[in-house]
């Protein structure tokens, strides 16, 4: 028995953390809130039928026993996958074709429980638990008591359990249970949109994510506390502003009470003298707001870090009655005003919305990709260290922005804060929408608005998030545009009623269904065209004919590296290609002609090869593309590549693995993200020996700093990397936040060409310093012959995909399929890769 008792002991923790406590006297400046995590790998796990738990009581566990001692070990937050791999009740989801094993988890329920003691005394206190996010539905209960239940997977949610806690000075009677019941997921998208992440798509197999996914919290207050602080920013330039802190406070009495309250703020990440302004304040029972507006001395604004810096301030809010604190609360936020202005050369009989972004005034073009996150699909496999890698990445890349769009979740705390430090703006889909028919059920609508206030709500402090959008491709799939595009209208107003931000409904609008709602033919691209009608252009005429003020997304597709492979793909799968490749979802034959169009070659010969040939075609492709698009500035004002990262091991759009291992078409991206960008426009990447090699020298500069005197140097390589020409030319100015052809090249030098050729080249300043760097690989080869031939690819891709499905990867492997006789007997059979041989 003695030893039970010790092992029950160890199995609790409680608070003994040494900050100024409610119904205490205390300071303003070293006032914290007093508040415990309950994430951690305390917690326990069970499975059961749907409905048994509440039938076997496991709702009304005794708070002391030791029960759960035997239940299997789970982290909050977390999700339900990676607790049952940690365990081994499944195989890795992400290996090979073990996702289609686990299908089984959604179809039960699952217990969680953690027990904590509590000895202090709570006397004129108030207890709640904060839920950061459960994906999706929950039930809850805090020592046999039941506290609430929760729908949806992104809003934070609270309830009081002052009635329900139970502390003492004896650890028996100070222990508490916390039980949840996490309800099978729902298995249609359309009936929880915007309130759950999509499970579907081209980068996902039939598995459906479920868990507690963000932090919990045991949070004590006073009889008042502190709900919300928004700083709301107010910019007039940049030696003029002010914020209005909306403080929302609830009063748990039944009288109105006069309380103080102080608000302090200074500069996080930059010297600033502190601010601070203390007030009486009467407060009704119930919810209130707040407002105070402080003209900020010597304003420091954020800005995306190639505009400026991005200055951060920190606030502190205290709440007291008397000298007796009541509760408190930190937040950081930023100084930035966000407009919008119409793209030049675009009349609004073609477009409906400016597209152009102004950051406290100046004009910036987004260098973005869409982000692909979270880190992993299955978040209780993600770290804080996962994050801060890829945002230290994606600033590598030049990117000044990430976009979250609509088929991935609104990011935890953590990502913005990364991206507020460092100076990358946010692109939000505020919630997933990527399906436009959502049942017409008015408590339906209420809920996914209320979800994306709460989201937007908890999120409006972070100066990164600069624009809002309703849906990703939402009206491209809706059967009935007015409802679906009033349903997105109305979610704006929603959204704009919480934050002062642009709002765009959907993305790209240009489909026949959003030009039925009312919209343009020129709203914006998502340049797909090249991968999902792969063969009827060559790269560069398809790149070229496109002209918008915006691309929300521009994706290509190209294989991980092979370290990464052999962490998901099964060893006698790797080369040639086996089925794993298919369910993790490589297209075969797009991959193989992208190569061709590329190369002038599948580049088969080996699994090194096929993969750094994937990835290189795909930087090509991005980098050419990014060029164009940022040659046509201002009247183009910014491209999202599609994706930057993949939320488990695939093989389509990221440029940055699983595993956080960099493409080679990350060093592309990198090169056409230059802030300041030599580059050059040609017609054709294949020429005759015949010809003569043309070109245009263009430098486009997304800095407002002009250049004086600078000196671009470059040379023509042939195969072996010998000079064929080198020559160089003065730039006598390079003015700010342009756009710019330069001088025009010709090169008669390709007559002993075998194969391909090179053009290097460098833009130096005044000093020597290197402004950019770039480099261009041709092919030698009749450009008409390469184009009838990748559209011969192209048509029997098209032709096979007449007879398969797209997701069916079966149509790669002729023993999944028996075509040509062939038949799948035993799992000894060697399954070829057709196109492979």
Same mark, same amino acid.
């Given at each position: 028995?003695?030893?039970?008792?010790?092992?029950?002991?160890?199995?609790?923790?409680? %608070?003994?953390?040494?900050?100024?406590?409610?119904?205490?006297?205390?300071?303003?400046?070293?006032?914290?809130?007093?508040?415990? /995590?309950?994430?951690?790998?305390?917690?326990?796990?069970?499975?059961?039928?749907?409905?048994?738990?509440?039938?076997?009581?496991?709702?009304?566990?005794?708070?002391?026993?030791?029960?759960?001692?035997?239940?299997?070990?789970?982290?909050?937050? $977390?999700? #339900?996958?990676?607790?049952? &791999?940690?365990?081994?009740?499944?195989?890795?989801?992400?290996?090979?074709?073990?996702?289609?094993?686990?299908?089984?988890?959604?179809?039960?329920?699952?217990?969680?429980?953690?027990?904590?003691?509590?000895?202090?005394?709570?006397?004129?206190?108030?207890?709640?638990?904060?839920?950061?996010?459960?994906?999706?539905?929950?039930?809850?209960?805090?020592?046999?008591?039941?506290?609430?239940?929760?729908?949806?997977?992104?809003?934070?949610?609270?309830?009081?359990?002052?009635?329900?806690?139970?502390?003492?000075?004896?650890?028996? =009677?100070?222990?508490?249970?916390?039980?949840?019941?996490?309800?099978?997921?729902?298995?249609?998208?359309?009936? #929880?949109?915007?309130?759950?992440?999509?499970?579907? !798509?081209?980068?996902?197999?039939?598995?459906?994510?479920?868990?507690?996914?963000?932090?919990?919290?045991?949070?004590?207050?006073?009889?008042?506390?502190?709900?919300?602080?928004?700083?709301?920013?107010?910019?007039?330039?940049?030696?003029?502003?002010?914020?209005?802190?909306?403080?929302?406070?609830?009063?748990?009495?039944?009288?109105?009470?006069?309380?103080? *309250?102080? #608000?302090?703020?200074?500069?996080?990440? %930059?010297?600033?003298?502190?601010?601070?302004?203390?007030?009486?304040?009467?407060?009704?029972?119930? =919810?209130?707001?707040?407002?105070?507006?402080?003209?900020?001395?010597?304003?420091?604004?954020?800005?995306? &870090?190639?505009?400026?810096?991005? @200055?951060?301030?920190?606030?502190?809010?205290?709440?007291?009655?008397?000298? *007796?604190?009541?509760?408190?609360?930190?937040?950081?936020? !930023?100084?930035?005003? #966000?407009?919008?202005?119409?793209?030049?050369?675009?009349?609004?009989?073609?477009?409906?919305?400016?597209?152009?972004?102004?950051?406290?005034?100046?004009?910036?073009?987004?260098?973005?990709?869409? &982000?692909?996150?979270?880190?992993?699909?299955?978040?209780?496999?993600?770290?804080?260290?996962?994050?801060?890698?890829? *945002?230290?990445?994606?600033?590598?890349?030049?990117?000044?922005?990430?976009?979250?769009?609509?088929?991935?979740?609104?990011?935890?705390?953590?990502?913005?804060?990364?991206? +507020?430090?460092? $100076?990358?703006?946010?692109?939000?889909?505020?919630?997933?929408?990527?399906?436009?028919?959502?049942?017409?059920?008015?408590?339906?609508?209420?809920?996914?608005?209320?979800?994306?206030?709460?989201?937007?709500?908890?999120?409006?402090?972070?100066?990164?998030?600069?624009?809002?959008?309703?849906?990703?491709?939402?009206?491209?799939?809706?059967?009935?545009?007015?409802?679906?595009?009033?349903?997105?209208?109305?979610?704006?107003?929603?959204?704009?009623?919480?934050?002062?931000?642009?709002?765009?409904?959907?993305?790209?609008?240009?489909?026949?269904?959003?030009?039925?709602?009312?919209?343009?033919?020129?709203?914006?691209?998502?340049?797909?065209?090249?991968?999902?009608?792969?063969?009827?252009?060559?790269?560069?005429?398809?790149?070229?004919?496109?002209?918008?003020?915006?691309?929300?997304?521009?994706?290509?597709?190209?294989?991980?590296?092979?370290?990464?492979?052999?962490?998901?793909?099964?060893? @006698?799968?790797?080369?040639?290609?086996?089925? /794993?490749?298919?369910?993790?979802?490589?297209?075969?034959?797009?991959?193989?002609?992208?190569? %061709?169009?590329?190369?002038?070659?599948?580049?088969?010969?080996?699994?090194?090869?096929?993969?750094?040939?994937?990835?290189?075609?795909?930087?090509?492709?991005?980098?050419?593309?990014?060029?164009?698009?940022?040659?046509?500035?201002?009247?183009?004002?910014?491209?999202?590549?599609?994706?930057?990262?993949?939320?488990?091991?695939?093989?389509?759009?990221?440029?940055?693995?699983?595993?956080?291992?960099?493409?080679?078409?990350?060093?592309?991206? =990198?090169?056409?993200?230059?802030?300041?960008?030599?580059?050059?426009?040609?017609?054709?990447?294949?020429?005759? @020996?015949?010809?003569?090699?043309?070109?245009?020298?263009?430098?486009?500069?997304?800095?407002?700093?002009?250049?004086? +005197?600078?000196?671009?140097?470059?040379?023509?390589?042939?195969?072996?990397?010998?000079?064929?020409?080198?020559?160089?030319?003065?730039?006598?100015?390079?003015?700010?936040?342009?756009?710019?052809?330069?001088?025009?090249?010709?090169?008669?030098?390709?007559?002993?060409?075998?194969?391909?050729?090179?053009?290097?080249?460098?833009?130096?300043?005044?000093?020597?310093?290197?402004?950019?760097?770039?480099?261009?690989?041709?092919?030698?080869?009749?450009?008409?012959?390469?184009?009838?031939?990748?559209?011969?690819?192209?048509?029997?891709?098209?032709?096979?995909?007449?007879?398969?499905?797209?997701?069916?990867?079966?149509?790669?492997?002729?023993?999944?399929?028996?075509?040509?006789?062939?038949?799948?007997?035993?799992?000894?059979?060697? *399954?070829?890769?057709?196109?492979?041989?």
């Amino acid at each position: 028995m003695r030893f039970k008792i010790v092992v029950c002991a160890l199995l609790l923790f409680s %608070f003994t953390k040494g900050f100024a406590q409610p119904s205490t006297i205390s300071n303003h400046n070293s006032n914290s809130q007093l508040k415990t /995590s309950l994430s951690n790998y305390h917690w326990k796990m069970k499975m059961m039928l749907p409905g048994e738990g509440i039938k076997h009581g496991l709702h009304k566990l005794p708070p002391g026993d030791i029960e759960t001692l035997v239940w299997n070990p789970a982290k909050v937050p $977390g999700d #339900v996958y990676t607790d049952l &791999w940690k365990v081994g009740a499944i195989e890795d989801p992400y290996f090979g074709r073990n996702s289609v094993k686990a299908q089984w988890v959604m179809q039960y329920e699952w217990w969680y429980t953690v027990q904590f003691k509590v000895n202090q005394d709570l006397s004129d206190k108030v207890a709640r638990l904060d839920f950061e996010s459960i994906d999706h539905e929950a039930d809850i209960w805090l020592n046999g008591q039941k506290i609430g239940s929760h729908k949806g997977s992104f809003s934070s949610f609270s309830f009081d359990v002052t009635e329900a806690i139970q502390t003492n000075k004896h650890w028996l =009677k100070a222990t508490n249970m916390l039980v949840i019941r996490l309800a099978p997921p729902p298995q249609v998208n359309a009936s #929880v949109a915007g309130l759950k992440t999509p499970w579907f !798509g081209d980068y996902w197999r039939d598995l459906i994510p479920f868990g507690i996914t963000g932090n919990i919290d045991l949070v004590f207050t006073g009889k008042s506390r502190i709900l919300d602080v928004y700083a709301k920013p107010n910019v007039t330039n940049e030696k003029k502003a002010s914020v209005t802190f909306e403080i929302e406070i609830e009063n748990t009495e039944k009288i109105a009470k006069e309380k103080n *309250i102080t #608000v302090s703020f200074k500069g996080q990440n %930059f010297d600033g003298k502190e601010q601070t302004i203390s007030f009486k304040q009467l407060l009704q029972p119930g =919810k209130q707001i707040i407002k105070k507006n402080i003209e900020v001395k010597n304003p420091q604004l954020w800005w995306p &870090w190639d505009l400026g810096k991005p @200055n951060l301030y920190e606030a502190k809010v205290s709440l007291d009655e008397g000298k *007796i604190n009541q509760d408190f609360k930190e937040i950081t936020y !930023g100084l930035r005003r #966000v407009d919008m202005e119409w793209n030049p050369g675009f009349t609004k009989d073609e477009v409906s919305f400016p597209r152009t972004t102004l950051i406290n005034g100046k004009p910036i073009f987004i260098r973005s990709a869409c &982000w692909g996150g979270p880190p992993d699909i299955f978040v209780g496999r993600t770290s804080e260290e996962k994050y801060r890698k890829l *945002i230290a990445l994606a600033k590598e890349a030049n990117m000044n922005n990430i976009r979250i769009f609509g088929w991935h979740p609104p990011e935890i705390p953590l990502f913005y804060q990364l991206c +507020n430090e460092q $100076g990358i703006s946010v692109w939000q889909d505020i919630i997933p929408l990527g399906t436009g028919n959502i049942p017409n059920d008015p408590e339906l609508l209420e809920r996914i608005y209320q979800e994306g206030e709460n989201v937007i709500k908890n999120r409006r402090n972070n100066p990164s998030i600069i624009m809002m959008e309703g849906g990703e491709e939402m009206l491209l799939r809706a059967s009935d545009a007015k409802y679906a595009n009033d349903f997105l209208v109305t979610l704006g107003e929603r959204y704009k009623a919480q934050v002062d931000l642009p709002y765009v409904p959907d993305s790209p609008l240009t489909c026949h269904v959003s030009i039925e709602a009312g919209y343009k033919k020129k709203e914006a691209v998502h340049a797909l065209g090249y991968f999902y009608q792969m063969g009827r252009w060559l790269m560069e005429d398809w790149y070229k004919s496109l002209d918008y003020p915006i691309v929300p997304e521009l994706a290509i597709t190209s294989v991980p590296n092979v370290e990464s492979l052999k962490k998901f793909i099964p060893e @006698n799968e790797l080369w040639p290609p086996g089925p /794993s490749w298919g369910h993790h979802w490589a297209d075969l034959d797009r991959l193989r002609i992208q190569n %061709f169009d590329a190369f002038g070659d599948e580049k088969k010969g080996s699994l090194q090869e096929f993969v750094d040939a994937t990835q290189d075609a795909q930087g090509i492709i991005f980098q050419l593309s990014i060029e164009h698009f940022r040659r046509n500035k201002p009247r183009t004002s910014g491209i999202a590549l599609c994706h930057f990262i993949t939320y488990w091991p695939d093989m389509k759009w990221g440029m940055v693995d699983n595993y956080l291992k960099p493409k080679r078409s990350f060093d592309f991206v =990198k090169t056409a993200y230059q802030p300041v960008l030599l580059n050059l426009n040609f017609k054709k990447r294949r020429w005759l @020996n015949s010809e003569t090699f043309k070109g245009e020298f263009w430098i486009v500069n997304d800095y407002y700093q002009q250049y004086k +005197n600078c000196k671009v140097s470059y040379s023509v390589l042939d195969d072996d990397k010998n000079v064929l020409k080198e020559s160089t030319f003065k730039v006598n100015k390079i003015e700010e936040n342009s756009s710019k052809q330069f001088v025009k090249l010709e090169a008669n030098v390709l007559k002993n060409v075998k194969k391909n050729f090179y053009v290097t080249m460098e833009l130096s300043d005044d000093k020597g310093t290197v402004l950019s760097s770039n480099e261009y690989m041709f092919l030698i080869g009749n450009q008409k012959e390469a184009s009838d031939q990748f559209k011969k690819m192209g048509e029997k891709i098209r032709e096979r995909n007449g007879i398969y499905t797209y997701g069916n990867y079966y149509r790669f492997f002729e023993k999944l399929t028996g075509e040509n006789k062939q038949e799948l007997e035993s799992k000894t059979d060697v *399954i070829k890769t057709r196109g492979f041989e």
